[in-house]
């Protein structure tokens, strides 16, 4: 079993920065990758950004591209995305969860946080 906790959300001006983590516990051993989903009110849950730990692909939703960053620290288990240039429609709150990035839905995705908010907002 794997435990994963977010971290890093908070409130933030429009253009601004925040950069969460998601750290792994428990049995990782087994992990073939981390993705980040968020989920605003009244929507679907959608894809941000996913890793590989099998060969280190990254992957990011048509939305955040060239504004996110999703990087691995594999001696913490942690991984992070970095998000800069924010905007209102990011508003959301942030979960990471364990999958297979190339199958790339939520439904697929087994373990889950708890999850972080982040409010973009002038």
């Known amino acids: 079993q794997v435990q994963l906790m977010e971290s890093g959300g908070g409130l933030v001006q429009p253009g601004g920065s925040l950069r969460l983590s998601c750290a792994a516990s428990?049995?990782?051993?087994?992990?073939?990758?981390i993705g980040w989903f968020r989920q605003a009110p009244g929507k679907e849950r959608e894809g941000v950004s996913c890793?590989?730990?099998?060969?280190?692909?990254?992957y990011y939703h048509d939305s955040v591209k060239g504004r996110f960053t999703i990087s691995r620290d594999s001696a913490v288990n942690t991984v992070y995305l970095q998000m800069n240039s924010l905007k209102s429609e990011d508003t959301a709150v942030y979960y990471c969860?364990?999958?297979?990035?190339?199958?790339?839905?939520?439904?697929?995705?087994?373990?889950w946080g708890q999850g972080t908010q982040v409010t973009v907002s002038s």
């Open positions: 969860a364990t999958g297979d990035c190339w199958t790339g839905q939520a439904a697929a995705f087994d373990s």
């Open positions: 428990g049995f990782t051993l087994d992990v073939q990758g």
């Open positions: 890793i590989s730990f099998v060969d280190s692909s990254t």
